[in-house]
């Protein structure tokens, strides 16, 4: 099975170049999406195929999106309406202008002095908490999630090197230069993958594990991770869904051959974000 039969896209835009219609083909079924946009060029509004919404999206003067109307749900999202800091003493409307997400859904997040992502913790369950530290360079050293530890190392130009679980090396990552990985190795220092970059600059084309297995890495013009497919059998080893605004894909999983920043790179569907201080790092 060809890459084109798997996966298939096209694109109509707008005088400014923006994305109106998204036409999509994913493993033999077919979808549309369309967009629309206000007069300061954000996204508003989502529509399907037969004109049927599938989002809206309402924003405060600064441009943050403030309320999300979806099918099966609607959320307030809480930008500088009174934020708490990580003791969860209220900060207050005036302490915090640096246009911070506070709230989404059931969740409160809390920031450091620098706009780092601090806390993570569930309204209702004060024990559903993750905990996000940094080094002295700003970058994500620790992910906690309860008893679950995660440990981001680095080397000296800043390129995350091996995720340590709970005290355990687990696996790291080799770089051809300042961005892109080219290999994957286990706490032995034995290759579990190889990544070959071919006709994209971050993005490779092929992922070669260590079983020999060679999967095409489909991806989409933004370059998010849609699909893995395995060129010998054709089988789709992996795929990946998103909505407009997602903070993870909506389904399929990471295998571990895949690096995060393959996985995780540029997923919106729509136009960029409104800029957002905190981001929200996961176990990964």
């Not at 037969?50 to 809206?56: E, N, Q, R």
């Not at 919106?268 to 176990?283: F, N, T």
Request: hydrophobic fraction near 35%; glycine fraction near 10%; proline fraction near 5%.
């Amino acid at each position: 099975m060809s890459e084109a039969e798997v996966y298939a896209s096209a694109y109509q835009h707008d005088g400014l170049g923006r994305i109106t219609e998204w036409a999509e083909t994913v493993e033999g079924v077919s979808r549309v999406q369309r967009f629309e946009y206000d007069d300061a060029g954000r996204l508003v509004s989502v529509r399907d195929g037969l004109d049927a919404p599938v989002a809206d999206y309402a924003y405060d003067l600064n441009g943050n999106r403030t309320n999300v109307v979806e099918a099966d749900r609607v959320l307030e999202l809480g930008v500088n309406l009174g934020c708490a800091d990580s003791g969860g003493v209220p900060l207050g409307r005036g302490a915090n202008d640096r246009d911070e997400l506070c709230r989404h859904g059931e969740y409160d997040y809390a920031y450091d002095a620098n706009g780092r992502l601090e806390t993570r913790v569930n309204a209702s369950d004060p024990l559903d908490e993750t905990v996000y530290t940094y080094d002295g360079a700003g970058r994500l050293h620790q992910v906690a999630i309860g008893s679950t530890k995660v440990d981001y190392v680095h080397d000296a130009l800043g390129r995350r090197v091996g995720r340590v679980v709970n005290g355990v090396f687990e696996r790291g990552w080799l770089y051809k230069d300042s961005l892109n990985p080219i290999a994957q190795v286990d706490a032995t220092g034995a290759v579990q993958a190889t990544y070959v970059y071919v006709t994209r600059a971050n993005v490779p084309d092929y992922i070669v594990a260590a079983s020999g297995d060679v999967y095409r890495v489909v991806a989409d013009h933004l370059g998010s991770l849609r699909m893995l497919v395995n060129t010998t059998t054709g089988a789709v080893t992996a795929r990946y869904d998103y909505d407009v605004w997602p903070p993870l894909p909506l389904a399929g999983s990471r295998p571990r051959i895949v690096p995060v920043d393959v996985a995780c790179r540029r997923r919106r569907r729509g136009p960029p974000s409104p800029a957002r201080r905190g981001s929200r790092p996961r176990l990964g």
